[in-house]
């Protein structure tokens, strides 16, 4: 392909990019104004508020520019005039974060690696010059610090006044020692970062905190250049410090040195959001993986689980191979519900929803940690039977429970306080109402009526130190190799995607008790349920194609449909189906598509089809809801859709309602 070519492809892809960020622009600025003010009080010192309302439009402004005309410039100007106005480099991160994740969600897969390439060379641009401002900006600030201060060893008063109104004052840690590195000054900024309890710090105790390699370096670079600069990580007790440090020489008026000024930079935050933000890349990438991964297992399980059904309905109920088939078909279920877990883990889970009975969720957990727990844990329950419903996803609510019980047995099980201490793991529910008041101490949290799920262990407890950091994710107190730190905070991402909150009281050698509120259904909601007649195969006439690349579960589909009444025509890829469709579509009433898929995916050759006749009615099958080809276009094109592994009577009756409604 020429180069024009591929331009021309660039440009129609950046246009395209355009044209969804101004189609989404209201909801853009919204996302990053939330942004900006998250962290209003980081900036509180160098932004005015109203300027603060300009960063959104500014960004996307800036954004959409650099990819019309491509010109370097435009991330390098804003850049620097970010460091310039002061704003937080976090702030950045954020929003850049914010971005990627638009960006991936709303770019065709064809062109996101060109969009991401762009992005990243956005971002980069960017970065490189708002981190050379800033560097710029410290570099002058200290530079006219480092003068004052050599004056002011020749003018007390001006001395004072220096030390009084900006090193003491500095929120960063400032150090002065003389020339054989005795200690002069250090300001409460240093004291405070380093846990240091007295007054000054000694050559020692700073030795002890550089390094004496980096002392050696510090040496020879300010003898050199009279300037030095590192980053260090400093620990004490249990608190680890990512320090950045520079230091230079102090000079008189003849520009003799007389001593030396070492800046203190905390920059624990910026490196946890740099690796956060690694780590969100990580996860998207894990995400894709999963995605595959679910896929394939679902349509092994789709196989088990359809061709289980169809034996079910030739075996008679009392009849021991209808029980074993039984089994076979709710272990093929409890799969599928391990596939949700992985997908919700890497933010690709359903969204799905419906009425729940958190007591039938409990009594259901409760059967299999009776299998699973020690025998001398003792399990509890009292449940409300008066209970309202919750509109949630039951596998995600069951993961929950299923955390927070094997987090219980854990703790129950590492006591080394006492021994014989009882061992008992309680979980209760009940109605409650949240007032003003009450939701006033929870972040998040808002009045209203809720459904509280408690789980309360009589473990080894957890101090209030502890507690805070508890649902950050890869926090642990578990010994290494014993848990990863992500239960806990895969539990607070459910019950914030349900608009619950979570309360935690724990005390050391106490137990621990996790609250947790789900928004409760008004009275009167009915949950689904799964009776009998739901068992039943729907019937009907027509002619139905089959595209599935899987033997196995399109013969089942076949099977299942013939069982039906219709007639079956089978294809295994995207492009024979296209082929067979386009010869013999006058005899063919209803196309049932995969949508992962050899040689062409599903997502094209639904176009295809759609192309070759508009009225055509296709329903889509998925591995998962949120398969990315599964876009909203395509489902509000077709006749339906529905996820593997399914139940044969509801795949039967989408097919019979798809062929009994009416061309849209």
Not at 9 to 26: A, C, M
Not at 135 to 152: F, G, P, T
Not at 351 to 373: D, W
Not at 600 to 627: A, H, P, Q, S, V
Request: with cysteine; glycine share 6%.
């Amino acid at each position: 392909m020429s180069f024009n070519n591929i331009q021309g492809n660039i440009n129609k892809i950046t246009l395209n990019t355009i044209g969804t960020i101004k189609d989404n622009q209201g909801r853009l600025l919204a996302g990053i104004n939330d942004i900006v003010l998250s962290h209003v009080f980081e900036n509180r010192y160098t932004l005015h508020p109203r300027k603060l309302k300009n960063i959104a439009d500014e960004e996307l402004e800036n954004l959409i520019a650099f990819l019309s005309k491509q010109e370097e410039d435009i991330p390098s100007e804003l850049g620097k005039a970010r460091a310039i106005s002061g704003i937080k480099d976090n702030s950045l991160l954020d929003i850049f974060e914010y971005l990627y994740n638009f960006l991936i969600d709303n770019t065709e897969d064809s062109s996101v690696k060109t969009v991401l390439n762009l992005f990243y060379r956005y971002e980069k641009i960017y970065i490189i010059n708002y981190n050379y401002a800033e560097e710029k900006k410290l570099l002058s600030d200290q530079e006219q610090l480092r003068q004052a201060l050599s004056s002011a060893f020749n003018r007390q008063k001006q001395e004072l006044l220096v030390k009084n109104h900006a090193i003491e004052t500095s929120l960063n840690g400032i150090l002065i020692a003389d020339l054989d590195w005795n200690i002069r000054y250090t300001n409460p900024a240093l004291l405070k970062m380093l846990g240091e309890n007295g007054t000054l710090i000694t050559k020692s105790t700073f030795i002890s905190i550089v390094g004496e390699q980096a002392i050696r370096n510090l040496r020879i670079q300010l003898k050199e250049t009279g300037a030095w600069q590192e980053e260090i990580n400093y620990r004490q007790n249990t608190k680890s410090v990512d320090l950045f440090l520079s230091a230079s020489l102090i000079r008189d008026n003849d520009s003799r040195p007389i001593g030396i000024m070492v800046s203190f930079v905390d920059i624990t935050s910026s490196k946890k959001l740099e690796a956060q933000f690694r780590q969100s890349q990580k996860m998207e990438a894990l995400g894709k993986l999963a995605g595959g991964i679910a896929h394939d297992f679902n349509n092994i399980l789709a196989a088990i689980s359809g061709y289980a059904e169809l034996q079910l309905l030739d075996f008679p109920e009392e009849s021991q191979q209808y029980r074993d088939m039984l089994q076979i078909k709710q272990a093929a279920e409890r799969g599928k519900g391990l596939t949700n877990q992985l997908l919700f883990f890497t933010r690709r889970a359903s969204k799905e929803r419906k009425p729940l009975n958190v007591n039938k969720i409990v009594k259901e957990t409760i059967q299999l940690l009776k299998r699973t727990f020690p025998p001398e844990i003792k399990i509890r329950t009292v449940l409300d039977k008066g209970l309202r419903l919750i509109n949630g996803n039951q596998s995600q609510i069951n993961q929950v429970l299923m955390n927070l019980c094997v987090n219980a047995r854990d703790a129950m099980i590492d006591r080394d306080d006492n021994r014989s201490a009882i061992l008992a793991l309680e979980i209760s529910t009940y109605n409650s109402s949240i007032d003003k008041v009450t939701a006033a101490q929870y972040v998040n949290a808002s009045a209203g009526e809720y459904v509280c799920l408690k789980v309360s262990d009589t473990g080894r407890g957890m101090p209030p130190e502890i507690v805070e950091h508890l649902f950050e994710p890869f926090f642990t107190t578990k010994a290494a190799g014993k848990g990863t730190g992500l239960g806990l905070s895969v539990v607070y991402g459910i019950i914030r995607g349900h608009n619950g909150f979570i309360d935690v009281n724990s005390r050391p050698n106490e137990g621990t008790t996790f609250s947790l509120y789900l928004p409760a259904l008004q009275p009167g909601t009915s949950a689904e349920l799964n009776d009998k007649n739901e068992d039943t195969l729907v019937t009907g006439k027509g002619t139905i194609l089959i595209v599935e690349d899987e033997p196995q579960v399109r013969y089942m589909e076949a099977r299942t449909l013939e069982k039906c009444g219709y007639s079956v025509l089978i294809v295994k890829n995207g492009r024979e189906a296209i082929e067979f469709y386009s010869n013999k579509q006058e005899e063919i009433d209803l196309v049932i598509l995969d949508m992962v898929m050899p040689e062409m995916g599903g997502r094209e050759c639904f176009y295809r089809l759609k192309k070759i006749n508009r009225d055509i009615k296709i329903i889509l099958i998925t591995g998962y809801t949120t398969d990315p080809s599964l876009t909203m276009e395509i489902k509000e094109k077709a006749a339906g859709s529905i996820e593997k592994p399914f139940r044969l009577h509801e795949f039967t009756r989408i097919v019979h309602e798809a062929l009994i409604s009416p061309v849209l």
